[in-house]
T-cell receptor, first 106, second 112 residues
Framework: GENVEQHPSTLSVQEGDSAVIKCTYS??????FPWYKQELGKRPQLIID?????GEKKDQRIAVTLNKTAKHFSLHITETQPEDSAVYFC?????FGGGTRLMVKP | DAGVTQSPTHLIKTRGQHVTLRCSPI?????VSWYQQVLGQGPQFIFQ???????GRGNFPDRFSARQFPNYSSELNVNALLLGDSALYLC???????????FGNGTRLTVT
């Protein structure tokens, strides 16, 4: 089955800095890669997704890149704000990574 | 529109007992997926159902089973509960194929 590795497990940045979270997957048949944000005590919610026919997608301060050959994809958050603090999960199809706890310090 | 609803919100059971968790998807969504989330970890995929048929199964023992009803709601059943089954159980609904999951608020199961 699919296996998704996510790094780093924790990430602390200053407000206004950029944050990058990286994921690798194992199944070359996977073609859908969503990212979810989970705030403390709440459910995961989709923030952005990318399909295998696209190499990059951007939505305001959030961007995702995909390298199908290397089987890795990344989330980029620019101009981070305190409200970006949460746990972020990458996924390949229905398989989730272990999560990254992002802390944005004011 | 109502989101994904799960019941109950909290549940305490004893080792060896059986539990049934319920999920109602967003109107129009025909696919339901179940996840187990242990504190500090990512959601672990248990099952996906679409049109009342199992379409995917994660690496969970046969004590875990599920079904989907004609109205697309779903139940997750866990038999012979173990302490390690204590977790947040998340249900998510979606359109078929590669589409985002919409999660419910989960059922917090504690096994003592």
């Amino acid at each position: 089955g699919e296996n998704v590795e996510q790094h780093p497990s924790t990430l602390s940045v200053q407000e206004g800095d950029s944050a990058v979270i990286k994921c690798t997957y194992s199944d070359s048949a996977s073609n859908y890669f969503p990212w979810y944000k989970q705030e403390l005590g709440k459910r995961p919610q989709l923030i952005i997704d990318i399909r295998s026919n696209v190499g990059e997608k951007k939505d305001q301060r959030i961007a995702v890149t995909l390298n199908k050959t290397a089987k890795h994809f990344s989330l980029h958050i620019t101009e981070t704000q305190p409200e970006d603090s949460a746990v972020y999960f990458c996924a390949a199809m229905l398989t989730f990574g272990g999560g990254t706890r992002l802390m944005v310090k004011p | 529109d109502a989101g994904v609803t799960q019941s109950p919100t909290h549940l305490i059971k004893t080792r060896g007992q059986h539990v049934t968790l319920r999920c109602s998807p967003i109107s129009g969504h025909k696919s339901v997926s179940w996840y187990q989330q242990v504190l500090g970890q990512g959601p672990q995929f248990i099952f996906q159902y679409y049109e009342k048929e199992e379409r995917g199964r994660g690496n969970f023992p046969d004590r875990f089973s599920a079904r989907q009803f004609p109205n697309y709601s779903s139940e997750l059943n866990v038999n012979a509960l173990l302490l390690g089954d204590s977790a947040l159980y998340l249900c998510a609904s979606s359109f078929p194929g590669e589409s985002p999951l919409h999660f419910g608020n989960g059922t917090r199961l504690t096994v003592t």
